[in-house]
């Protein structure tokens, strides 16, 4: 996975966006994402820009930085790209990963099972996006990775503004069945295990 300081800021300013910390709807500036980053300007401007590929930040010309609002119509439009296209990469991931990339999903799920145990909704959310990334790495299909990327993370948004208390260890518990599917290198049970996850956290 990338450890570029302009992908460290990225991950550290989408952490804050995914977890509420920056408001839906909320001005910054970008002297403030520097800060909050904790990296330099040329980082935090690569973080920006590609922030605001994905829909979580808007460049508003003579006002500033956006940070994205949360639309009622959000949920129904990412889980429809999930629905369709995380199965199949979780299916192709099975195949496709490395050995470095299967130990890796295994330590996610580790992390998860440890914030399960504690009650700790953001480092799950850190977890899960360590788990994204690493599907990302090791899925053969950019094409999917791509579209799959925006989506992943506002899906996260959105379930950490809803999400019941209650309903962390179920989408932990089917996080960790799609790893040791994975793990297993059964391309068939992965893409099956995606299926339950995705619906499941569509309410399905």
């Not at 999917?144 to 999400?163: D, N």
Request: aromatic share 4%; net charge negative.
């Amino acid at each position: 996975m990338q450890n570029s300081q302009s992908h460290l800021a990225y991950l550290a300013l989408e952490h804050l966006i995914v977890t509420l910390a920056l408001k839906p709807g909320s001005l910054v500036t970008e002297k403030q994402l520097i800060e909050l980053a904790g990296h330099g300007r040329t980082p935090v401007r690569e973080a920006i820009q590609k922030l605001a590929w994905q829909g979580l930040i808007h460049v508003r010309p003579r006002v500033g930085l956006q940070i994205a609002e949360i639309r009622a119509e959000d949920h129904r439009h990412v889980m429809q790209v999930r629905r369709e296209l995380e199965p199949i990469a979780a299916s192709l991931v099975a195949t496709n990963a490395n050995q470095e990339q299967r130990e890796q999903l295994l330590e996610c799920a580790r992390l998860m099972t440890d914030c399960a145990v504690t009650g700790d909704l953001p480092g799950f959310f850190a977890a899960d996006k360590t788990f994204d990334e690493i599907l990302e790495e090791a899925c053969p299909n950019g094409f999917i990775t791509a579209a799959l990327g925006p989506v992943q993370t506002h899906s996260r948004r959105l379930w950490y503004s809803t999400a019941p208390p209650d309903g962390m260890d179920r989408a932990i518990a089917l996080h960790v069945g799609v790893i040791r599917a994975i793990h297993q290198g059964n391309a068939e049970d992965a893409g099956k295990a995606m299926t339950t996850l995705i619906d499941y956290l569509s309410g399905t």
